[in-house]
């Protein structure tokens, strides 16, 4: 199953669909998860959490396989953050 933007959503309602999808892979393979938690001002912010929150890969999968799969298909996005669930904190890289 490929993900399919609804054109009659708007792009943040798009972007979050998208980060929802890969969630699911996330939750059922990984045990970890990644919600949208928002995009202003061209930044968009996503919270990872479960396993993710002490992986050591997070980062790779922010970069990765987040950023890169919404760059696919958003490829005017400034910027993406990565927030631990657990502590808050930014996901550095």
């Given amino acids: ?3 399919q933007p609804n054109p009659t959503h708007s792009q943040t309602e798009q972007i ?3 980060i929802e999808y890969l969630s699911a ?5 990984h045990n970890g998860f990644a919600r949208f938690i928002s995009y ?6 996503v919270e990872m959490g479960g396993r993710c929150a002490d992986c050591t890969l997070s980062t790779t999968t922010l970069r990765g396989w987040i950023e890169g799969t919404v760059r696919q298909f958003f ?8 927030i631990a669930a657990d502590t808050g904190e930014a ?3």
């Fill in 40 to 45: 202003q001002d061209n930044v968009l912010t």
């Fill in 16 to 18: 979050a669909g998208l």
């Fill in 1 to 3: 199953m490929t993900y």
């Fill in 75 to 82: 490829p005017d996005i400034g910027a993406v953050v990565g």
């Fill in 25 to 29: 892979y996330i939750e059922q393979y």
């Fill in 91 to 93: 996901i550095a890289g």
